[in-house]
């Protein structure tokens, strides 16, 4: 059987579409002999009857129907390929695919990765979100171009790649409103017997502030372990317990959780660090992430939320409650 030509089945699928060689011809600006001759060749070539006479025009046979179906596909593809080409064309953007850890804060995430999207190349951003050695093994095959992680990369990880430290911020301690009113003492006390949502066990800092917990004997009520920050901030909005989050990044989870800062732990800091396959930035997207990490989101981490005020929020908080309770007479 010879090899499908199509240009002969382009001239089938138009004669189909219009019913008749006549209203073919007047589209594909062609003499009916000439579409006759190459209609004949593909049946020939395929071995087939496409058509038979009806009346004045033309109907398809049960196979030409068939192939019709096929025909359709095909040139319906054909027009996706051209779309997909001009709009690639068109764009020209530099593709950058970032992986996040689903250990890293959104807020955090947002403000180190949205620069990549101001560059004066066009740059198609696209972001993934997983565990860390999920996302690692895809930098490894190349689906990835860099990963965003609180820690760097695993020595015990057969994966070739290096770790760039973004910025380090310490942490501070926030609760809902509510919860804040029926804790009378000041901090850290406070966090003493209080319900607490804990990082889970693939979150860099927990070991950290479970030491610090420890040297303060502070044991608080832990009503919640999560290994995904922002469930863990929904659950603190909520007022099911009090969490921490990196100070560099407070007034964005005051405004986004309406919580109130409780107390700043200067003694434990969360870092975050871009893992990549080169030993050196070079991508135009991640050297705009790096200089605004260190520049911005990592800078005001000294000024942002400071103890004073944290703690001024949460203690007025607790003084407006006291001074409701009835005076006990001496």
């Known amino acids: 059987m010879a090899n499908l030509n199509f240009k002969h089945l382009r001239y089938f699928w138009m004669v189909a579409k219009s019913g008749t060689i006549a209203r073919a011809c007047e589209q594909l600006h062609l003499t009916p002999q000439a579409i006759s001759g190459q209609l004949r060749e593909l049946e020939e070539a395929l071995e087939v009857e496409l058509f038979r006479r009806a009346g004045r025009g033309l109907e398809l046979t049960d196979v030409g129907r068939r192939i019709l179906s096929y025909a359709e596909e095909i040139f319906a ?85 290096y770790s760039h430290l973004l910025g380090e911020s310490d942490l ?6 509510g919860l804040v009113q029926t804790l009378s003492s000041d901090f850290p006390a406070l966090l003493e017997g209080a319900p607490f949502l804990m990082p889970g066990d693939d979150i860099a800092i927990r070991p950290r502030l479970e030491q610090w917990l420890q040297a303060k004997r502070l044991q608080p009520r832990v009503v919640g372990e999560f290994d995904d920050n922002a469930l863990l901030q929904a659950f603190g909005r909520a007022g099911a317990g009090l969490f921490v989050a990196p100070t560099a990044i407070a007034d964005d989870v005051v405004d986004q959780y309406h919580v109130v800062r409780v107390g700043r732990i200067e003694a434990v800091s969360e870092q975050l660090f871009a893992i990549t396959s080169e030993r050196r930035l070079s991508h135009p997207a991640t050297v705009a992430i790096s200089q605004t990490a260190r520049d911005e989101v990592f800078r005001t981490a000294s000024d942002a939320g400071a103890a004073g005020s944290g703690e001024g929020a949460a203690a007025a908080i607790r003084q407006r409650r006291r001074s409701r309770l009835p005076r006990i007479p001496g």
């Open 172 to 177: 501070t301690v926030f609760g809902a409103a």
């Open 77 to 161: 593809l054909g027009d996706e390929l051209l779309a997909v080409a001009r709009d690639q064309t068109s764009r020209k953007s530099l593709p950058f695919v970032v992986g996040i850890a689903d250990s890293v804060a959104k807020s955090v995430a947002h403000r180190v990765v949205a620069p990549a999207l101001q560059l004066p190349e066009a740059v198609r951003l696209v972001c993934r979100e997983g565990r860390l050695t999920t996302l690692l093994g895809d930098l490894a095959v190349h689906r990835l171009d860099m990963v965003i992680a609180d820690r760097p990369l695993p020595g015990n990880l057969n994966v070739r790649g």
